[in-house]
């Protein structure tokens, strides 16, 4: 399964960014400071833990909020081997260059990926021409899109590859 990218938000002290990922529906581990009164989780997408934590505990407790991800926001995208993405039941077999885009994307799954790094993946042993990765991006968009995922453009930062709205999905 593809992991959700949990973001790792200090508490207190970050409560301005807890706001803007709870409004995004990102899954996100507090990472409570020793005395501090740790804040009631508003959906199943948040957790706490205190620090200093020790490593077993705090994966114990990303592997359960990428696993609820999965469970309540959508199922996750997953690339295999052979060039083929799923979603669910449905899937697409994909181009090399096409199926290394898909690839970094997915294991990012809800996180930006830079441009740098989506180029280094589609184009490993060379440097694409400067608009080969908007090609691609673009002509990988429309073979995602029947599968209700969406790449979307995050300016000067990269592509962040997500579920696509609901009302987007059922009008394709």
């Not at 205190?50 to 999965?70: S, Y």
């Not at 060379?126 to 209700?148: I, M, S």
Request: net charge neutral; charged share 30%; hydrophobic share 45%.
């Amino acid at each position: 399964m593809a992991g959700a990218d949990v973001a790792m938000v200090r508490w207190p002290g970050e409560e301005d960014r807890l706001d803007r990922l709870r409004s995004e529906r990102r899954p996100r581990l507090l990472l409570v400071e020793s005395g501090a009164a740790p804040p009631l989780p508003s959906d199943d997408l948040e957790d706490w833990i205190r620090v200093p934590a020790q490593e077993v505990d705090m994966m114990a407790r990303l592997a359960g909020l990428e696993r609820r991800f999965c469970e309540n926001d959508a199922i996750c995208p997953e690339v295999d081997e052979d060039g083929v993405l799923r979603m669910g039941r449905n899937w697409v077999s994909l181009p090399p260059v096409d199926f290394r885009l898909a690839a970094v994307l997915v294991e990012r799954f809800g996180a930006v990926v830079s441009r740098d790094a989506l180029a280094r993946a589609g184009w490993p042993e060379r440097t694409p021409a400067r608009n080969a990765l908007d090609v691609h991006v673009l002509r990988l968009r429309r073979r995602l899109e029947p599968l209700g995922l969406a790449i979307r453009t995050v300016r000067s930062r990269g592509y962040a590859l997500e579920q696509a709205e609901r009302q987007q999905v059922s009008q394709a």
